[in-house]
């Protein structure tokens, strides 16, 4: 079987683009993906559940209730936060996002519970492989004649599943794939393991519910910057939708920052970018972790990782760049600006940030306009 499994790599590892996707994944290579990813789980299903020892169950249980999640709209830097907090010696980092409670409970829920192992295991084989179609790829290694990294993941996915089946809660299936990950890496015994997700805050409620000591580490750009960003790069995203996104984050952001609850972080990314030090010290004190080297150096799953910037072409990896140095075209028209400045102007003024002022009939106008004409 692990010739098939090194095979279907092989083919799978032509497919995987040089550069960073974009547009949408070619069909050639989802399908090959998948194919891999299911011809694993039926060799981690034969061979059955990792034996986990006494010490792992009681590490890895005592770790499941120390989580940090990264959060944020989407383009605003949680990414570079995330490959920050990578390499960290006391830290197990999910190498792609979570999405956990963004997306795939709710693809759990449309299921029988006999097939959530299934369906999330190989979701998670795939992001293991190929996180966000771009390098670094095969997160965990390459198969070998001797043994696949994959199928052990796989396999101890099956034993924490075992493990988690009957806990409270319902976010216990995606403890399970962190757990997994953790066993694979050897750091079940890390001080805390961290789940990036954009808009993640939208659930902070439940995750302090089912996770009393999280810690939240919020981050928020510019939002001039942010939206540039989310055009450039999620062309299929219409401005009103990413207001309505922006606009709860700012909002999440802005009531818990002035609650002072010391589980939760506001993290500005201009901050993170132009002063690196500073900033980083103060994220490693809220995580009450050590402030070394690799916190001011961006990897994925220990290997280095392209820059903060998807427009900064020929960057250095893992490079913190300035954000004078990764500036946008600009792409908002006039009357972008102007939604913007209606729609989330209070509350981005609320986190320190300026944006068009706007005439009380002319604001009045432009939310009528939102409202019924887009």
Same mark, same amino acid.
């Given at each position: ?38 011809l694993?789980?039926?060799?981690a ?14 590490s ?11 959060c ?28 956990f409670y963004?997306?795939l ?12 192992p ?10 293991l ?14 198969t070998?004649?001797?043994?696949s990294p ?5 396999r101890?996915?099956?034993a ?6 009957h ?18 890496i ?44 989310r ?27 002035i ?9 500005? @990314? ?39 910037s ?14 004078i140095?990764h500036?946008q ?18 509350k981005?003024?609320?986190?320190? @940030? ?10 009045? @106008?432009?939310q ?7």
């Open positions: 079987m692990l010739k098939q499994i090194i095979e279907a790599e092989n083919e799978l590892d032509k497919l995987l683009p040089t550069r960073r996707l974009e547009t949408a994944p070619p069909a050639d290579l989802l399908y090959v993906t998948l194919q891999w990813s299911e694993v789980w039926r060799e299903e034969g061979l059955g559940p990792m034996k986990l020892s006494e010490t792992q169950i009681a890895g249980l005592a770790l499941r209730h120390r989580p940090v999640f990264v944020g709209v989407h383009r605003s830097g949680t990414t570079l936060v995330q490959n920050l907090l990578d390499g960290h010696p006391q830290l197990t980092v999910l190498p792609s996002e979570g999405t963004t997306n409970e709710l693809k759990l829920k449309r299921l029988p519970t006999n097939q959530w299934q369906y999330l295991g190989t979701e998670w084989l795939r992001r492989v190929n996180p966000i179609n771009q390098p670094p790829y095969w997160l965990l290694g390459k070998d004649e001797i043994t994959y199928i052990d993941f796989a101890y996915v099956l924490w599943w075992q493990q988690l089946s806990a409270e809660g319902t976010q216990w299936p995606h403890s399970a794939i962190i757990l997994a990950y953790a066993s694979c050897n750091k079940l015994t890390a001080a805390a393991w961290v789940d990036k997700t954009p808009t993640n805050e939208r659930f902070l409620n439940r995750i302090w519910a089912e996770f009393p000591e999280a810690k939240i580490v919020h981050v928020v750009r510019e939002p001039i910057a942010t939206l540039t960003s055009k450039a790069m999620e062309p299929g995203v219409t401005l009103r939708n990413a207001l309505r996104y922006l606009n709860i984050s700012y909002q999440v952001a802005a009531d818990t920052a609650v002072n609850d010391l589980r939760f972080f506001l993290l500005r @990314y201009e901050s993170l970018c132009d002063n690196p030090d500073e900033t980083i010290r103060k994220l490693a004190d809220f995580l009450n972790i050590d402030e070394t080297p690799q916190l001011k150096q961006a990897t994925t799953a220990g290997m280095p990782t392209q820059a903060n998807s427009f900064k072409k020929n960057a250095s990896s893992g490079a913190i760049l300035k954000s140095d500036t075209q600009d792409l908002l028209t006039p009357t972008d600006k102007n939604m913007i400045a209606v729609y989330v102007g209070d981005a003024k609320l986190l320190g @940030y300026q944006t068009n002022k706007i005439s009380g009939l002319n604001k009045v @106008y432009m009528f306009k939102q409202l019924f004409f887009k």
